[in-house]
């Protein structure tokens, strides 16, 4: 994977910021992860508007399909 653009990671720490380091699946507030709502490979934009934050466990779950994340 190429290594990410400074602009990305900051939009990463924002959308943690907007949502206060929680998982907005569980509530969790340990090792937060920003995730792509529209997958970053597959053209989903690098803007906050894009980015969730999830705890490193419901992240791997939503990657394995168990979860399924929705804009609304």
Not at 28 to 43: A, K, P, V
């Amino acid at each position: 994977m190429a290594t990410r653009e400074r602009a990305h990671c900051v939009v990463q720490r924002k959308g943690k910021e907007r949502d206060l380091y929680t998982c907005q699946i569980c509530g969790s507030t340990n090792h937060m992860e920003g995730h792509h709502i529209m997958n970053y490979q597959y053209g989903g934009a690098a803007t906050v508007d894009n980015i969730v934050t999830l705890c490193q466990k419901c992240h791997k779950q939503v990657h394995r399909g168990n979860i399924d994340i929705l804009r609304i």
